[in-house]
């Protein structure tokens, strides 16, 4: 009987040590997979810095306004000033209108809320 439990404790042990073998090598895998994702998001944090440094760039005020001048046969644009702005009183809205209550419900009680 005794010789049972010890083929028995040696194979929870084996058995023991495979499992943990096998989770090491899962998290040695995880880990990996963890920072190739972390030098991803790294290169693609700095593409996107210089993506808006372009940006910022390319959108100096300077640059537009020559670009606007160079461009103004084609374009006629013209520099932005107070008066080519309306107050939001003098805008029409167009009117709405609500389609007809085919099916009303009734509603039964009152709205007083309990304490």
């Known amino acids: 009987m005794r010789s049972f439990f010890f083929v028995l404790s040696a194979l929870a042990v084996m058995g023991l040590a495979f499992w943990a073998y096998r989770e090491s090598y899962e998290t ?17 944090r700095e593409a996107l810095s210089v993506l808006r440094a372009e940006w910022a760039y390319l ?26 702005f309306s107050r939001v009183d003098q805008v029409a809205f167009p009117a709405v209108t609500l389609p007809p209550i085919t099916n009303p419900v009734d509603v039964v009680g009152n709205l007083e809320t309990t304490q």
């Open 28 to 44: 040695q895998q995880s880990l990996k997979a963890v920072s190739e994702l972390q030098a991803r998001i790294g290169k693609e």
């Open 59 to 84: 959108n100096r005020p300077d640059r537009l306004r020559e670009l606007a001048d160079l461009n103004f046969d084609r374009l006629g644009l013209l520099p932005l000033d107070a008066g080519q």
